[in-house]
């Protein structure tokens, strides 16, 4: 007889991953290694280390190591708000009148509002571990300076961030629960670094852009004795953190009985969407199972469907190094209009190379349709999603219509990956109908692509 689904799946404690695990151990073509933009050869973990944490650093560059322990320190951590539910939307299903079993993995739970806390409390444990004074990072849209500022704390560790400069204004809550966790907030560029001098010079008036904020905390880093530069997004060190969205995901989800059809995860950087998959696309790769996987971007900053596959620099300041990665080119800032997030010019390289071998599809979605799943979703859910979440809530309920055309009843599951409540402006806009499209042309990516390096 079939168990009855509740609504929410709970995994016991000891259920918790022990293990993060790394997909590029199980792919037979690896991502291109990152180079040097000096030597233009692999960087190699000496090279890394003035920037990085040292075993952070190794973890970047380890294609083989299939898992690696989480140290008891991150995992006491996570247990406070790990693990996380695994939620069967039945009244998504029952007011789209699908036969599809929809699931969602709730990464919300917790005061950063999203999956960033499992990567930043284990770039934070290393940066102690390695005796550091603190950390510097950029933030965008500010989840990620909220998560570090928070894993810091607990660690006592200093934290500087530099905050995309419209996000500082359009955003002060988020900036003073930064401060509230005793993080040192900058509005990007700043004149506090060379490079800010220097962006600010050539762009009087600029209110910033991911790019320019990691140059400038880059900078901060490498000019501070005792300080590195962490990154909440895009690395492959932090897809492996992020890959206990996925582990407890798939054993949720074997406690029922219940095998996943389709795994849909939005994607700016690539980090939510890498953890979630990449337990899943292990067992494609040691040929254990078949999925349909699908990432899900704005149209507004499609990397994935619209970029190219080429290395280019991750930082506008190109201090970082080289990746091979769908990009749009770094100097790509998207349309003022947009409200979403995900808007990093590039993609991981893990998951553009998953892209590249066709393990995975990828689609763009406009935002204001974005915003009507996500009502949709909210007013009977109950949870008030994250405008990014909702990239893939758009995408689910898609395919969910879909099963009731065919009366298909798929299992479909996708990364929740946080809530909304600081993205409030965003659906003021909406709701007052004042929320437009905007998809950058072929003319405007070709000049972007025009300053991708001749590698
Ligand atoms: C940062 C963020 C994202 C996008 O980042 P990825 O690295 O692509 O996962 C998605 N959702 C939320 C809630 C975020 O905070």
């Known amino acids: 007889m079939e168990k009855t689904i509740p609504y929410k799946i709970y995994l016991e404690e000891s259920e918790m991953p022990q293990q993060w695990y ?25 090279e890394l280390e003035p920037i990085f944490c040292t075993e952070l650093a190794k ?23 790990r693990p996380s539910p695994l939620v069967r939307a039945y009244c998504l299903e029952k007011k789209l009148d699908t036969p599809a079993h929809i699931y969602y993995k709730f ?33 965008g849209a500010g989840q990620w300076g909220t998560a570090l500022s928070m894993a810091c704390s607990y660690f006592d560790l200093d934290c500087q961030v530099y905050m995309v400069k419209c996000s500082y204004e ?16 900058t509005p990007s560029p700043s004149m506090t670094t060379e490079i800010g001098k220097k962006i600010n010079a050539e762009f009087p008036g600029t209110t910033g852009s991911l790019g320019c904020a990691i140059s400038e905390a880059v900078e901060a880093a490498t000019t501070q004795e005792g300080y590195r530069y962490v990154l909440g997004s895009v690395l492959s060190q932090v897809l492996l953190h992020q890959s206990v969205i996925g582990l407890e995901a798939i054993s949720a989800l074997k406690k029922y009985d219940v095998k996943a059809d389709i795994v849909i995860g939005c994607a700016g950087g690539g980090s939510n969407l890498g953890g ?37 620099f991750c930082d506008t300041g190109k201090v970082c190094p080289l990746a091979k990665m769908y990009t749009l080119g770094s100097g790509f800032i998207p349309s003022a209009n947009h ?55 758009k995408v689910a309920i898609d395919e969910a219509l879909k099963c009731k055309e065919t009366g298909e009843e798929k299992n479909i599951v996708f990364g929740l990956t946080g809530t909304g409540y600081f993205d409030m402006v965003a659906y003021q806009k ?5 929320m437009g499209d905007y998809i950058p042309t072929d003319e405007e990516l070709e000049k972007s692509f025009a300053s991708l390096p001749n590698v």
């Not at 739970?109 to 770039?123: E, M, P």
């Not at 940066?127 to 004074?133: R, Y």
């Not at 071998?357 to 009507?372: D, H, P, W």
């Not at 909406?430 to 004042?434: A, K, M, Q, S, V």
């Open 430 to 434: 909406f709701n007052d109908g004042e």
């Open 339 to 393: 409200a979403g997030g995900l808007r990093y010019h590039g993609m991981s390289s893990v998951v553009s190379e998953l892209y590249d071998q066709g393990l995975l599809e990828a689609r763009s979605v406009e935002q204001t349709s974005v915003f009507e799943a996500a009502q949709q979703f909210a007013r009977v859910e109950g949870i008030l999603p994250a405008p990014e979440s909702s990239h893939a809530i």
């Open 22 to 46: 790394n997909v590029r151990a199980d792919m037979k073509k690896k991502p291109a290694p990152i180079l040097n933009p000096a030597t233009l050869k692999p960087v190699t973990v000496e």
């Open 59 to 81: 973890q970047e560059l380890d294609d083989t190591t299939p898992y690696f322990d989480i140290p008891e320190e991150i995992r006491s951590f996570y247990r406070m708000y």
């Open 170 to 185: 359009q955003k002060p809550f988020r900036r003073e629960v930064m401060r509230t966790y005793g993080a040192k907030v």
């Open 276 to 312: 979630l998959i990449s337990p899943f696309v292990g067992e494609i790769l040691r040929g254990e199972n078949e999925y349909k996987i699908i990432a899900v971007e704005p149209a507004s900053c499609p990397s994935l469907t619209r970029g190219k596959y080429a290395y280019d």
């Open 107 to 139: 990464e919300g739970n917790n005061t950063s509002g999203s999956h960033k806390l499992n990567s930043a409390i284990a770039q934070a444990y290393y940066a102690k571990k390695q005796g550091l004074k603190g950390v510097t990072t950029e933030t």
